[in-house]
């Protein structure tokens, strides 16, 4: 019963560098979505995507890229890491429409900027 | 938006109920209302989900006000595992689809 699983579970960046974050999940949903949660906070949507081969902007988007190319994966990616977006990242799918239904979450991958 | 409010903290003793309320005075008609917690170190975990109509599973009950302006969360016998934060959410909706919107949830203590 893997779920959503995410990759790595942890990482150190040096400012500057670029990194990607894997989610795979094996549920066979349509909908995947990335989130980022900051000390104290509550969970911020960074983008989603409803199907394979697309991907739109949440409500924090800037710094990141995404890509779907297969249904069971949504990559994050970080072109020029910055200390701001030292944070925990989740990702988390769902079968449809996230009104209707649950969506599943992964683990976390905790990401430091330095 | 429609938002919600949810108290920052509450606390329960083991194996007694608990109910965890929210007010979401500005909510739509077709906004659903749905409940996740966060243990600490893991991700957001799904409880449960309603529209009108209270709604029971294996992990709680959601009770729904008539007016639906405010609902609550019941877990009918806590246990230290229920330590938590709690999340009320409304379905948000924007140009592109419909998402949920994380607050700052409820924090939850059990006491033995």
């Known amino acids: 019963n893997a779920g959503v699983t995410q990759t790595p579970k942890f990482r150190v960046l040096k400012t500057g560098q670029s990194m990607t974050l894997l989610c795979a999940q094996d549920?066979?949903?349509?909908?995947m979505y990335w989130y980022r949660q900051d000390p104290g906070m509550g969970l911020r949507l960074i983008h989603y995507s409803v199907g394979e081969g697309t991907t739109a902007k949440g409500e924090v988007p800037d710094g990141y890229n995404v890509s779907r190319l297969k249904k069971q994966n949504f990559l994050l990616g970080l072109e020029s890491a910055a200390p701001s977006q030292t944070s925990v990242y989740f990702c988390?799918?769902?079968?449809?429409?996230?009104?209707?239904?649950?969506?599943?979450f992964g683990d976390g991958t905790r990401l430091s900027i330095l | 938006d429609a938002k919600t409010t949810q108290p920052n903290s509450m606390e329960s003793n083991e194996e007694e109920p608990v109910h965890l309320p929210c007010n979401h005075s500005t909510i739509s008609g077709t906004d659903y209302i749905h409940w996740y917690r966060q243990l600490p170190s893991q991700g957001p975990e799904y409880v449960i989900h309603?529209?009108?109509s209270n709604v029971n599973n294996r992990m709680a009950s959601l009770a729904i006000a008539e007016d639906r302006k405010s609902s609550t969360l019941i877990l009918h016998r806590a246990t230290l595992r229920d330590a938590a934060v709690y999340y009320c959410?409304?379905?948000?909706?924007?140009?592109?689809?419909?998402?949920?919107?994380f607050g700052g949830g409820t924090r939850l203590m059990v006491k033995p």
């Open positions: 549920m066979n949903h349509e909908y």
């Open positions: 309603g529209l009108t």
């Open positions: 959410i409304l379905r948000v909706v924007n140009n592109a689809g419909n998402m949920l919107t």
């Open positions: 988390a799918s769902s079968y449809t429409d996230a009104a209707a239904g649950p969506q599943h």
